[in-house]
């Protein structure tokens, strides 16, 4: 599907809109307070509830268990409630148990079964948001406007990720206390809420549910993804690149630790290079589309995502040598990763209605998240079997496999 060329009006910059400004900067600091809790969660299970590993193991577990039960439930919700309130009431939800969890720990009430109930429901919140964000996109800017918007939107998040860390660890090394890390995640929740109440532009009211029941809806969603060739072949596409990234990811740190001299330390920064390298291609997909055409730069973005991080283990020589390669071979790929992501929810936002986006959204997800886990048991066999190196290989080879679907993929974008 091509769409019309966009008017005069869709070129100034969407910086201009108070409404998405206020939107994206709420929560760009959401996802920065959300980092902290990433570094600080596990470090006050461990630090103040002297948790073993199989402790820490359930906390982690409870944080994304809901992203593997919640979201087909989250997707029928989304449709059928305006999106703004719903992302209001989610954010107010984690505001207040994120900030009982340091609360309680200075109080000496915490123990690791709540905190492990906390981490679930926060979770649930947190799954419920995010199909809610994406489907709330499309009405919050013109439909025209969309990869300019999840440009900036997804460069956020990259800031998010690439700073948010560092920060959490300097604030928990500084304060000698992960609670206070977590009350600085509960006050972002809070800033995100108050941003959301300033957005005055009214979103479309929501089909009636009539007598549908949720199953039914769910049902629907489901029919949809499986039915609707973009939507499917894009589903598959990240099904297969997720996978394998999560295999690179677990192959990885096991070739930088345990099999060459370039270590930890090279290790860490190539992970640095990453979220660099994802934030600039996140801010440059406008200009790119604008000079190349959507089609193109999505296909490059395909075809880059799933074969730049070849430069990984191929990398020899020096320890030097392989660690600047390996920056290199990250900030490359994850340029090419944040871009096709980017145009990936433009085209998932395009070609759904309405009605289903937040069905469409949360069904595709369930395909994505569902790749992790099997893709991580396989790098880690791959390289207790055949060793890391193999194993990176493997990886690359099964994110190349997401190229396959790119041809059911490339109608849907438009050629200007």
């Given at each position: 599907?091509?769409?019309?060329?966009?008017?005069?009006?869709?070129?100034?910059?969407?910086?201009r809109?108070?409404?998405?400004?206020?939107?994206?900067l709420?929560?760009g600091?959401s996802?920065m307070?959300?980092?902290?809790t990433?570094?600080?969660?596990?470090?006050?299970?461990?630090?103040?509830?002297?948790?073993d590993?199989?402790?820490?193991?359930l906390?982690?577990?409870?944080?994304?268990a809901?992203?593997?039960?919640?979201?087909l439930?989250?997707?029928?919700?989304?449709?059928?409630?305006?999106?703004?309130?719903?992302?209001?009431?989610?954010?107010?939800v984690?505001?207040?148990?994120?900030?009982?969890?340091?609360?309680l720990?200075?109080?000496?009430?915490?123990?690791?079964a709540?905190?492990?109930?906390i981490?679930?429901?926060?979770?649930?919140?947190?799954?419920?948001?995010?199909?809610?964000?994406?489907?709330?996109?499309?009405?919050?800017?013109?439909?025209?406007?969309l990869?300019?918007?999840?440009?900036?939107t997804?460069?956020?998040?990259?800031?998010?990720?690439?700073?948010?860390?560092?920060?959490?660890?300097?604030?928990?090394?500084?304060?000698?206390?992960?609670?206070?890390?977590?009350?600085?995640?509960?006050?972002?929740?809070?800033l995100s809420?108050?941003?959301?109440?300033t957005?005055?532009?009214r979103?479309p009211?929501?089909?009636?549910?009539?007598?549908?029941?949720?199953?039914?809806?769910?049902?629907?969603?489901?029919?949809?993804v499986?039915?609707?060739r973009?939507?499917?072949?894009?589903a598959?596409?990240?099904?297969?690149?997720?996978?394998?990234?999560?295999?690179f990811?677990?192959?990885?740190?096991?070739?930088?630790?345990?099999?060459?001299e370039?270590g930890?330390?090279?290790?860490?920064?190539?992970?640095?290079?990453?979220?660099?390298?994802?934030?600039?291609g996140a801010?440059?997909?406008?200009?790119l589309?604008e000079?190349?055409?959507?089609?193109?730069?999505?296909?490059?973005?395909?075809?880059?995502?799933?074969?730049l991080?070849?430069?990984v283990?191929?990398?020899?020589?020096?320890?030097?040598?392989?660690?600047?390669?390996?920056?290199v071979?990250?900030?490359?790929a994850?340029?090419?990763?944040s871009?096709?992501?980017?145009?990936?929810?433009?085209?998932r936002?395009?070609?759904?209605?309405?009605?289903?986006?937040?069905r469409?959204s949360?069904?595709?997800?369930l395909v994505?998240?569902?790749?992790i886990?099997v893709?991580?048991?396989?790098?880690?066999?791959?390289s207790?079997?055949?060793g890391?190196r193999?194993?990176?290989?493997?990886?690359?080879?099964?994110?190349?496999?997401?190229?396959?679907?790119?041809r059911a993929i490339?109608?849907?974008?438009?050629?200007t």
């Amino acid at each position: 599907m091509t769409g019309e060329a966009p008017s005069a009006a869709s070129k100034r910059s969407l910086w201009r809109d108070r409404d998405f400004v206020a939107f994206c900067l709420g929560q760009g600091v959401s996802m920065m307070g959300t980092q902290f809790t990433v570094v600080a969660l596990p470090l006050l299970a461990t630090q103040t509830l002297h948790a073993d590993g199989t402790g820490l193991g359930l906390v982690q577990g409870s944080v994304y268990a809901a992203y593997l039960v919640v979201p087909l439930l989250a997707g029928a919700l989304v449709d059928r409630r305006a999106k703004r309130p719903l992302m209001i009431m989610c954010d107010s939800v984690r505001f207040l148990l994120v900030l009982s969890v340091p609360l309680l720990a200075w109080a000496d009430m915490l123990n690791l079964a709540l905190l492990c109930l906390i981490a679930l429901v926060t979770g649930c919140c947190t799954v419920i948001f995010e199909v809610a964000h994406m489907a709330y996109v499309p009405a919050l800017v013109s439909r025209d406007r969309l990869a300019e918007a999840n440009s900036w939107t997804t460069s956020t998040e990259g800031a998010a990720d690439l700073f948010g860390p560092a920060a959490a660890g300097l604030v928990v090394q500084a304060t000698k206390s992960p609670p206070v890390a977590l009350v600085v995640d509960a006050f972002s929740y809070l800033l995100s809420v108050f941003s959301l109440l300033t957005i005055r532009r009214r979103e479309p009211e929501p089909e009636p549910a009539g007598d549908r029941t949720v199953l039914a809806d769910i049902g629907e969603g489901l029919r949809y993804v499986a039915k609707e060739r973009t939507i499917r072949s894009l589903a598959i596409q990240g099904f297969f690149f997720n996978g394998g990234s999560f295999a690179f990811l677990v192959a990885f740190l096991l070739h930088a630790t345990q099999t060459q001299e370039a270590g930890a330390g090279w290790y860490g920064a190539s992970l640095t290079a990453a979220g660099l390298g994802a934030f600039l291609g996140a801010t440059q997909v406008p200009k790119l589309i604008e000079r190349y055409g959507e089609r193109r730069v999505f296909a490059v973005s395909v075809v880059g995502s799933a074969v730049l991080f070849v430069i990984v283990p191929a990398a020899s020589g020096s320890a030097v040598t392989m660690g600047v390669m390996w920056l290199v071979g990250f900030f490359l790929a994850n340029i090419a990763v944040s871009m096709c992501n980017v145009l990936s929810y433009t085209l998932r936002q395009r070609v759904t209605p309405d009605n289903l986006l937040g069905r469409m959204s949360a069904s595709v997800r369930l395909v994505l998240f569902a790749s992790i886990p099997v893709g991580s048991l396989a790098g880690g066999l791959i390289s207790d079997s055949f060793g890391p190196r193999v194993a990176l290989f493997s990886a690359v080879a099964i994110m190349a496999l997401s190229i396959v679907p790119l041809r059911a993929i490339l109608p849907a974008c438009r050629t200007t």
